[in-house]
């Protein structure tokens, strides 16, 4: 989902240096929102 926002530009795009397709970027810039996610708030609450 986050691919086709990009592609019909409602969410911006870097490369940040790589050179892969969009899908490749998206999943990168997930698992990177991801980890600061979980580093920054206590998700251990929410397992209980």
């Known amino acids: 989902m986050?691919?086709?926002l990009t592609e019909i530009k409602l969410v911006?795009?870097?490369h940040f240096g790589?050179?892969?397709?969009?899908?490749?970027?998206a999943l990168?810039?997930?698992m990177v929102?991801?980890?600061?996610i979980e580093a920054y708030?206590?998700?251990g609450r929410i397992d209980s």
Do not use: W
């Open 33 to 36: 929102l991801t980890i600061i």
């Open 2 to 4: 986050l691919t086709m």
């Open 12 to 14: 911006p795009h870097s």
């Open 41 to 43: 708030f206590d998700l």
């Open 28 to 30: 990168v810039y997930t």
């Open 18 to 25: 790589m050179s892969s397709n969009i899908q490749k970027h």
